[in-house]
Each structure stands twice: as C-alpha cells, then as structure tokens.
C-alpha cells in the first residue's frame, strides 16, 4: 500500500506542534511527512523543542519560505494594490497564482505525486492554505486545536466567524461546537479529546524529558503573560504592580525561601518589561525556562497561569494543582470577566489577599480536598483517560472528502 504523502503546515510557532505530534508519531509508518514553515524566523524558534526533534527524526523534508521566495510576484502584487489595481477581478486572480504556485511547492519540498493529507492548526487562515484547498488535487485538510481549551460560550467570546479552511476539524470536546458553528458544518467537527495528554504519550515524553533543575526542594511553573505594549501605555503600571505584588509576597515568605519560580512566557505575549520587576529580586528565586508548557508542568508541583489561559490546563493534565493569577487592569476592560476555567468550575483563582495562603496550600497540602474537586471537575470536562490518538488515528484514513 502507498503510503500518504502529508504536509504539516506551521504558521505561528511551538503551539501548533502540541497536539499532533503523538497522531504523526502514530501514524509514521504509514505516511512520508513533509513539514512547511512560513518563514525561517519560525522556523528558528521552535529548533529544539522537544516536539519538533520527535518530527523531524522521520521527516522527508523540512521547508521554509525565505523572504525572497516568489519576490517579483510579489513586488508586482503589493505595487498594484498600493495603486488601487487589485479591484480587478482578473488581475488579482492571476497574480495570486503565480505567488501560490503549487506545482513549484511540490518541487521545491521535493514532494513526487500528490499531496494526500493536510494538517494544520484551527487557527491558520493563511493566504497558502487556501491555495492547497483549491489545488486540483484537492488534498484532505484537517484542521486542530493549538490549545487544550475548550470553548463555551459566554459573553464577550461567543463564535468564532472565520471561515475554517480544511474539511473536517478535530476539537477537544463536544462543548467546542456551539463555538465553531459559524465556521463549519457541524458534521464536519470531530470530538477527539487531546492526544498529546493520553498515558502512552506523556510516559514517552517523560521517559526523554531531559528537563533538569538546581536543587529546590519546590517548585512552581508561572505561565505569564507579558501584555506590555498591547494596552495603553499609562494603564501599563497596573500590570506592573500585579507582578511586584506577587513577588515580593513570594520572596519574603520565609516559608517560600526554598521554592523556584520558573518562568514560562507566552510565545506572542512577550514584551521584555516582565523583567524590569523579576531583576529587582534575588534570582535565587526565579528563573526563566523556554521548554514546552507540557513537559515543564511534569517537573514541577504547581503551575500559575494568566487569567483564561490555556496553560492552566496542562498543570491540571500533569495532575498539579493549578491557579489562575488576578489581572487589575483587565478586570475594568471589555474583555471576558469570567474565565472558561470557572465556567466549568475548575479555577482556582489568585487575588491581592490570598497569594500567601493558595501559595502554602498548593505547594505543602496539594491532597486537600480543594485540589480533589478541582481534578475531579477536571476529569468531567477533558476526558483525560481516553486514547484520543488511537481515535484520530483511524479517522484519518477513514475519511473522504
């Protein structure tokens, strides 16, 4: 039998390779995997991540777009649009093929026959993706989460509008639909659950996971989330003192003095001025780490994450206990002022007055009753002990067009 040529194309960065990695890894065998970048600098930053090296071992080929990949068509693209040409429907239907031209793709990646599967994180709406989605060829698309949120609806985040380009998309859970329902067809949603999560993964990651740190009797990973620069520049003080508040507690906690932040910053939300107030502290306390949020959440006892975000879930995935951190400024905004987390009544969540105590109950009582009921309202929600991989494993091949 053939085996499937398929293309994983990654557009963003580490997020994008979480959840496929163990369903790639299944299905090796079966398939010649071929990786696309959108650029170098992409590229780049994910060079050692630990999911990444697992791909590449039985990758065919690993290809990027240099900056001067199609540069003349492009040139010629961005000149008529700067004079108002590009209304012609004609003109721009010409030009968008000579700048996604599949046929040279295929040749520069090296890819002989035709490309069978595409794989591509839920997320990525990118220019090239619908070009492969209108080849003649018309290979399979599947979309899939670059999270292990699931999406209830609530006020302030409700649909998602985009149109998804892919055929079918795998989600987390049954509860995702409602969300995606303006995107896709809902017979083209598959509930599959989260692979990179089942028993047999997250043994194997840990079996290599070479993760080492000095020897702290505790530990606490801190998802943060740098939004410096993406609010107004005079509110930027608030973000500040939430962070100066939470360390000086920390640091002169006397019962704290043998316990390591580890500092995990989200890849897009990184500005630099976290660090202006973690340097005003003894760095015995702190340190910054750029390992996946997964592997990290194994080596440490509990993971702190911005409010409603997603790095909340792998410490409860790694069976720690999780807390959300208070945000002043983002409370008084327009943003969603109830986190998916305490819809399904799994946070946990840190505010001015209670550091200290949650501090002290998650490092030294983490088999209390009020982690217990976290995990158990955990269980409900993201079916932790399902084979998820063997699931989509099976789909893959079983689904048409």
């Known amino acids: 039998m053939r085996k499937k040529n398929v293309l994983l194309v990654i557009r963003k960065g580490q997020p994008e390779l979480d ?37 590449k071992k039985f990758s065919k080929k690993i290809f990027y777009l240099n900056k001067f990949y199609n540069l003349g068509w492009r040139t010629f693209f961005t000149l008529i649009r700067n004079i108002k040409l590009n209304k012609s429907i004609f003109l721009s239907d010409f030009l968008y093929k000579r700048i996604h031209n599949i046929k040279k793709l295929k040749k520069e990646i090296n890819i002989v026959g035709k490309i069978d599967i595409i794989f591509a994180e839920y997320g990525n709406n990118s220019s090239w993706l619908k070009a492969f989605s209108e080849f003649d060829e018309k290979p399979l698309i599947f ?12 006020k302030g985040i409700e649909f998602y509008k985009k149109k998804l380009i892919c055929d079918y998309v795998f989600l987390i859970s049954k509860n995702d639909f409602n969300y995606w329902s303006k995107s896709i067809d809902k017979s083209k949603m598959i509930s599959i659950g989260n692979p990179s ?24 990973l801190f998802a943060y989330n740098s939004d410096f620069g993406l609010i107004p520049k005079h509110k930027e003080k608030l973000l500040e003192k939430d962070l100066d508040l939470f360390m000086n507690v920390f640091t002169s906690t006397k019962k704290f003095n043998s316990t390591k932040l580890i500092f995990k910053i989200h890849p897009f939300r990184n500005n630099p001025r976290y660090l202006k107030i973690l340097k005003k502290y003894n760095n015995k306390f702190w340190e910054i780490r750029n390992e996946s949020l997964s592997s990290l959440s194994q080596k440490v006892d509990v993971v702190i994450s911005s409010f409603d975000s997603s790095a909340f879930l792998d410490g409860l995935y790694s069976k720690k206990p999780s807390i959300e951190f208070f945000r002043s400024y983002y409370n008084k905004r327009a943003f969603p002022k109830v986190s998916l987390h305490q819809i399904t009544k799994i946070s946990i969540s840190m505010n001015k007055k209670n550091i200290k105590i949650l501090l002290d109950k998650a490092l030294f009582k983490s088999n209390n009753k009020f982690w217990s009921r976290q995990k158990i309202n955990f269980d409900k929600i993201y079916r932790v002990n399902s084979n998820s991989t063997n699931k989509a494993c099976r789909l893959i091949f079983k689904l048409k067009k």
Request: net charge positive; charged share 25%.
């Open 19 to 55: 959840w496929i990695t163990p369903v790639l890894f299944k299905i090796k065998s079966k398939i010649n995997l071929f990786i696309f970048f959108s650029s170098e600098e992409i590229k780049k930053k994910i060079e050692y991540n630990q999911n990444f090296l697992i791909l």
């Open 197 to 220: 999560y089942d028993r047999w993964w997250v043994n194997k990651i840990n079996k290599n996971n070479k993760i080492s740190f000095a020897n702290n009797k505790k530990r606490i």
């Open 143 to 154: 979309n899939y989460p670059s999270s292990p949120l699931t999406f209830f609806q609530r």
